[in-house]
Antibody
């Protein structure tokens, strides 16, 4: 059964960095792209970017281009999202989500992790 | 970026009611429109893709329609488990989501 399991909640000070992990199981890890989407409390969903686990190539949303890095470890079927220079507005739940298509990006997010709350506060 | 809007922002309905939610894109996106359901404290659930195709396991009381810039999600007979927030999302270019429509109990 397909599962995406994310790392636990984090509390960070402004200016710090956070690294959230997402471990995939139940399917072939390198076949489907993985996306990161965040949700500010009581607000909507914002796409941050994606990674191709097969070759590690990435595409980032313009809003996060200079602060986000997505990586993967094929030996553990895990992807990581690193967000730097955190500010209070980055307080949100961060989700990883699997792309439905195989070996390409369709933007259809058919399975989601449970979410990781990142709180930025001094 | 393509901007997505939804209406209404919230709707109060009773079990058995027919509910329709509208989503509009700021430019034409053909049928690259998807719908998600989210319950409090949970991750979104993928419901409909390509404007009208049901994801496996989604009940047939859910349906979607539209193309270009205007789309609808319809729940034909609202069930207790359908009270949630619904988001549209375009996948024509880099994904963007609508602001959500909350379906509440009347």
């Amino acid at each position: 059964q397909l599962h995406l399991v994310q790392s636990g909640a984090e509390v960070k000070e402004p200016g710090a960095s956070v690294k959230v992990s997402c471990k995939a199981s139940g399917y072939s890890f390198t076949t489907n792209y993985l996306h990161w989407v965040r949700q500010v409390p009581e607000k909507g969903l914002q796409w941050m970017g994606l990674i191709n686990p097969s070759d590690g190539s990435t595409m980032y949303a313009q809003n996060f281009q200079d602060r986000v890095t997505m990586t993967r470890d094929t030996s553990t079927s895990t992807v990581y999202m690193d967000l730097t220079r955190l500010r209070s507005e980055d307080t949100a739940v961060y989700y990883c989500a699997r792309d439905r298509a195989m070996s390409t990006s369709s933007g259809l997010l058919d399975s989601w992790g449970q979410g990781t709350l990142v709180t930025v506060s001094s | 970026d393509i901007q997505m809007t939804q209406s209404p922002s919230s709707v109060s309905a009773s079990v058995g009611d027919r509910v329709t939610i509208t989503c509009r894109a700021s430019q034409g996106i053909r049928t690259y429109l998807n719908w998600y359901q989210q319950k409090p404290g949970k991750a979104p659930r993928f419901l409909i893709y390509g404007a009208s195709s049901l994801q496996s396991g989604v009940p047939s009381r859910f349906s979607g329609s539209g193309s270009g810039t205007d789309f609808t999600l319809t729940i034909s007979s609202l069930q207790p488990e359908d009270f949630a927030t619904y988001y549209c999302q375009q996948s024509y270019i880099t994904p963007t989501f609508g602001p959500g429509t909350k379906v509440e109990i009347k």
